[in-house]
């Protein structure tokens, strides 16, 4: 094996060590991999996207965390970010460790640092985990409500073209755009808060982190449901004058806690950010989210609690003269009117295509082009 010597440092990969005249520097490890990836690319920049798919293979964090990790690595090795001797920044692009460095056998016994060279308590990581040194990623939730945003207008649209051709509904074409946009702009909200939820607690979370996530997506996703619900309480009663139980509150908490429950079930804790599936784990994320989420969807139906088509359902029924009564899909199941049985089929679709479209919105990494950060 190789270490590495440069300036008074050695830098040993085999046994993760970076020590200076005999004396261990604490880097927490995520960072020694960065230094690391660096000194052996010496003889170029390395790209800062290539520096995110190398060493935080898996997690999501953005350029903050890598500038935080090379001004770490930076004070380890006493190097100035105005007039650098170790690492360099390559503006719009990334770094470069720019000093000559000397390639060695590692075959001789590490000193031991002395007791008073130990880490201080905030760089060495707990039980193996390192702390997280970001905000959550911000983007990401809008990630989440953008992908159940188009979740939703897809659940709505194919809707409404099934209802408008379902035998004997009164339903005009032009319903499946009323239903798309109805559908998508649920889904965004929702999405929006359960994709808050998910992102704190995933950051921020490092012990009990399934019980952190399930509650963080319930709450999430209640608070927007709570929200929604008073609107359109009010929008249907002073504008309409419907009295039309509609809900929200407790459809978001349970659709959230079931979105938390798969996803800390599909995903491994990162060492820092937030964890991103990447390979086959994809396939996983969100088929087992999109099932939880439409079980929540059955089970919400089974206690009196409609979600989005249902409510549809009530309102129309309440309206004198509307078309938009889901008694056309019943009839398409078998029975004389919305039923229990299409209740709890579409209760299951709409919960199902929530939890795909966020997982997939979940499962999106942050672009990678944007690399306008201040320089390290």
């Known amino acids: 094996m190789i270490r590495y010597r440069f300036s008074d440092f050695t830098l040993s990969p085999q046994r993760r060590l970076l020590v200076r005249e005999g004396r261990e520097v604490p880097i927490i490890p995520r ?9 052996e690319r010496r003889h170029e920049a390395v790209h800062r996207r290539e520096i995110f798919e190398l060493v935080w293979t898996d997690a999501t964090v953005s350029d903050s965390a890598l500038s935080q990790a090379v001004r770490t690595i930076r004070r380890a090795l006493g190097d100035d970010s105005r007039e650098p001797r170790f690492i360099r920044t390559v503006s719009r692009h990334g770094y470069r460790f720019v000093l000559d460095v000397v390639e060695e056998e590692d075959d001789a016994a590490q000193p031991a640092p002395p007791p008073d060279s130990a880490a201080s308590p905030a760089e060495i990581p707990v039980n193996g985990v390192e702390p997280v040194l970001e905000r959550p990623d911000a983007g990401r939730w809008t990630r989440a409500s953008a992908g159940a945003a188009v979740a939703g207008i897809a659940a709505g649209g194919l809707g409404g073209l099934i209802l408008a051709g379902a035998p004997g509904s009164a339903a005009p074409l032009a319903i499946a755009p009323v239903l798309a946009v109805i559908g998508g702009a649920c889904g965004a909200l929702g999405g929006a808060g359960v994709g808050a939820g998910l992102t ?24 927007v449901g709570v929200a929604v619900q008073w609107l359109a309480r009010w929008a249907l009663a002073d504008l309409l004058g419907l009295d039309v139980d509609v809900g929200g509150g407790l459809e978001g908490l349970a659709i959230g806690g079931a979105a938390g429950a798969g996803y800390a079930l599909a995903t491994r804790p990162a060492e820092a950010g937030i964890s991103a599936p990447r390979g086959g784990r994809r396939r996983h994320l969100a088929p087992i989210i999109a099932l939880l989420c439409g079980l929540a969807g059955i089970a919400l139906t089974l206690a009196g609690r409609p979600l989005v088509g249902g409510t549809i359902h009530a309102i129309a029924t309440g ?11 019943g009839r398409l199941l078998g029975e004389p009117d919305f039923g229990p049985v299409s209740r709890t089929i579409l209760a299951f679709g709409e919960g ?25």
């Open 319 to 329: 309206s004198e003269g509307s078309r938009a009564t889901l008694a056309p899909l």
């Open 352 to 376: 199902a295509m929530f939890g795909l479209g966020l997982a997939y919105g979940l499962m999106r990494r942050p672009p990678g082009a944007s690399f306008d950060s201040p320089r390290s």
């Open 200 to 223: 704190l607690a995933d950051a921020r979370a490092r012990s009990h982190r399934a019980l952190a996530m399930i509650v963080a997506a319930a709450v999430g996703g209640g608070l």
């Open 31 to 39: 960072y020694f991999d960065l230094l690391v990836l660096l000194i």
